[in-house]
């Protein structure tokens, strides 16, 4: 712990995260266009990886584990973006939008 | 060597049954039915051969006739002590019964060949005569209660279907179906009793429940209901079930509807066999009725008189001649029933019980014969009517005079065999209850005077009587049985039947009692003479008395309305007040409540489906309210 870094309090990292969390919960719930929604996945997915990266650091220095979580949570919400954006492609070609609203016809 | 023996005897007609009833549409009817017939003769062959030997070789220990278990098989364990098994008991009554059911039922075999031929179905008739040879053997060879009620069963559905073997005549299905419900009905309540009685005694070997030091009476049944011991139920129960089979009252309303089945099947199961089965159920279990529920036996006795004046009171007005018929076998067996009430266990006072016995073989031939010769007569005149029928003994030379034999015999004639039969029952009444006697003593007298009544109608009355086709006698397969029949009825009284079967299976020398054996045959007589003034010639003094005692004429005519009692109880009291009502309940409380159910879950569904909108962001909303819910919870709490 030297330099810059260890005079930011944890506290400031989590204010942070929380902030991108509800935005990114924000844009799910208010956002029609599914990519804007996926984006918004997005943010909340990458505000929880940095929540993992804190802790880990400021709780139990000496480990790695938190790091690791979040390495992990990125390589599977790239996978998981990819598969998204396909069904989001084929919702394209069926319906000629992308409009969340417009995919409640999928309930039956 | 006695097991093969008996067991061929049984499984035999078990096998003609399957035989029969899988492949006889392949043959000729006639070649079906010699089939059958010679399947019998070995049958009944085995059976002579079986009693010579119990009799007169292997039977008798020390002057006693043992109980021979020929054969057991564990066939069902349920435990240790309760098993149901299936065998062969060979003692004096199941040997007697065996050559009783086998000589019968050959008889019957062998008429039917003529008497039904050119029938649809004749191969399936013969199919089920053998199916009912086989459960009846089985019925009387058994070895426990449980195998008896197997049987008793397979005997009720055999006599069903034979019942309803005009099946595309509606009163005979409607007979077949109220003969098996009815007797279904009365089955209930043996089975109830075999099972009450095999709680408490631990086995239903009649071996071991007949015992006199065995499990039941040695150490009798201390239980209690209703101020009569368990043992008093359930011996009641059980005789209920012999009611039902053996057309006591108020059970009998089956066997005269019973009539509607070929009257060959009337002969072997309706008079001779499986209508006696409730006797050899009393005499089965007889020590168990004489030592441990002889109070039981005063109400069988009872039961037994009134069945027997009731059944012969109404058989003197009743027109088909198959009913007349009917209901004396009601009334004769009645009398064994009777005799088996009035009976003590040993010596002399078991004299009831041998007369019961002696009575239930000699009736079964003479009724047989009867019932046969009915057949006969019905064969060449196409019809169960007396007023189609009078001066037959011109064209029937052969049935006349060998129904004029049986007729003889049953009315108490010597040397005929029901003579010393009857006054043997007679007699055993006499010495025990004079009331009882005394009902025996007029229903004798009745017995005389409607079956010389049946005779005269048929055979004389119209003498100059036109036919649309001359009558001819039967052909020789079915005057054959006759004959045999015949000279059975009229050297069987002979048998020194005492010697053979007895209660304590000691043997008894009966003497003749001439003083009551000549007042039964003075009664008799005078039945006899009524008959022949009323009815030898055609005239109008039948008609006479009938207007005389016009009231009871037509209660005996209607039967004592009996049917209609049961059809205003079942009808009336069960289906209406009972089973309606509780019907309703079923449909709109207990089916309603279900439906109730069903309708809020369906009403309450239809409205919240809305919910389901398929908005994702609407399931987000809900999902992110919630979690907001749980974390404010978790933060306050």
């Known amino acids: 712990m030297s330099g810059i870094m260890s005079n930011i309090p944890m506290e400031a990292y989590l204010i942070v995260s929380t902030v991108m969390f509800f935005a990114g919960v924000y844009g799910f719930l208010s956002r029609r266009n599914m990519l804007t929604i996926l984006m918004s996945l997005e943010l909340m997915l990458n505000a929880a990886d940095i929540n993992f990266v804190v802790f880990n650091r400021y709780l139990y220095p000496g480990q790695l584990d938190g790091t690791f979580f979040a390495l992990f949570a990125i390589g599977i919400s790239a996978a998981e973006t990819a598969l998204a954006i396909a069904i989001i492609i084929n919702i394209y070609r069926n319906l000629k939008n992308i409009y969340i609203d417009e995919v409640s016809k999928m309930k039956y | 060597m006695m097991t093969y023996t008996t067991l061929t005897i049984v ?88 050559v009783v059911v086998s000589t019968v039922s050959l008889m019957v075999h062998i008429y039917s060949m003529g008497y039904m031929k050119g029938e649809r179905g004749f191969q399936r008739y013969y199919a089920i005569l053998s199916l009912f040879t086989f459960s009846m053997l089985g019925l009387v060879v058994a070895t426990n209660i449980f195998q008896m009620y197997i049987f008793w069963e397979l005997v009720g559905v055999s006599s069903y279907l034979l019942i309803g073997f005009y099946y595309t005549k509606p009163s005979a299905v409607a007979a077949s179906k109220k003969a098996f419900i009815v007797t279904r009905f009365a089955d209930l309540f043996f089975l109830i009793g075999i099972l009450l009685l095999s709680f408490y005694s631990g086995t239903f070997s009649f071996v071991e429940l007949n015992d006199p030091n065995g499990s039941v009476l040695g150490q009798p049944i201390t239980a209690t209901f209703m101020g009569a011991s368990v043992l008093s139920w359930a011996m009641i129960l059980i005789f209920m079930g012999g009611a039902g089979k053996s057309a006591m009252m108020p059970f009998h309303i089956w066997l005269p509807d019973a009539m509607e089945g070929p009257t060959p099947v009337s002969a072997l199961i309706h008079a001779a066999t499986m209508v006696v089965a409730g006797v050899y159920l009393v005499a089965r279990l007889f020590p168990l009725y004489a030592f441990g529920a002889p109070e039981v036996l005063t109400i069988i006795s009872y039961v037994g008189a009134i069945t027997a004046l009731f059944a012969a009171v109404v058989a003197c007005t009743q027109t088909d001649i198959k009913r007349v018929l009917a209901f004396s076998t009601i009334s004769q067996i009645a009398y064994m029933i009777t005799a088996m009430g009035v009976s003590g266990y040993g010596g002399h006072e078991g004299l009831g019980y041998m007369a019961s016995m002696f009575h239930l073989t000699t009736h079964a031939f003479f009724k047989a014969l009867l019932f046969l010769g009915a057949g006969a007569v019905i064969h060449a005149v196409h019809s169960n009517e007396m007023k189609d029928m009078g001066g037959l003994r011109k064209y029937l030379p052969i049935t006349h005079i060998t129904f004029l034999i049986a007729c003889l015999s049953i009315a108490g004639i010597p040397p005929f065999s029901g003579f010393f039969s009857k006054d043997e029952i007679l007699v055993a009444a006499f010495e025990h209850d004079k009331l009882i006697f ?20 048929i055979f004389w009355g119209e003498n100059d009587k036109q036919y649309h086709h001359t009558p001819h006698e039967a052909p020789l397969n079915m005057t054959f049985p006759l004959m045999f029949l015949a000279a059975l009825t009229v050297v069987f009284g002979f048998v020194p039947f005492g010697s053979f079967v007895t209660a304590d299976r000691l043997p008894y020398e009966g003497h003749i009692q001439w003083p009551i054996a000549s007042m039964s045959i003075l009664v008799g007589v005078v ?12 005239n109008d003094k039948p008609d006479r008395v009938a207007a005389t005692v016009k009231g009871l004429y037509k209660a005996s005519f209607n039967k004592f309305w009996f049917d209609e009692g049961w059809l205003f109880v079942t009808k009336q009291i069960l289906f209406k007040r ?60």
């Open chain 2, 578 to 637: 009972v089973s309606a009502p509780i019907a309703w309940f079923d449909r709109h409380i207990i089916d309603g409540f279900m439906n109730l159910l069903a309708s809020v879950t369906s009403s309450v569904s239809h409205r919240i489906k809305g919910i389901q909108s398929g908005e994702l962001q609407d399931y987000a909303w809900a999902f992110y309210m919630g979690t907001m819910v749980i974390v404010v919870l978790v933060i306050l709490l």
């Open chain 2, 11 to 98: 499984a035999l007609p078990a096998l003609m049954f399957l035989f029969l009833g899988l492949l006889g549409g392949k043959f000729k009817p006639a070649v079906a039915g010699i089939i059958g017939t010679l399947g019998l003769t070995i049958v009944a062959a085995l059976s002579y051969m079986t009693a010579f030997q119990y009799f007169f070789q292997v039977g008798k220990v020390d002057g006693v006739y043992q109980q021979l278990t020929a054969l057991n098989v564990n066939w069902l364990t349920l435990t240790d002590k309760l098993h149901i098994d299936l065998g062969i008991l060979l003692d004096p009554i199941s040997v007697l019964m065996l």
């Open chain 2, 527 to 538: 039945g006899i003479l009524i008959a022949t003034v009323m009815y030898r010639k055609s």
């Open chain 2, 438 to 457: 005394a009902v025996l003593y007029l229903t004798a007298g009745l017995t005389a005077f409607y079956m010389f009544r049946l005779y005269y109608r």
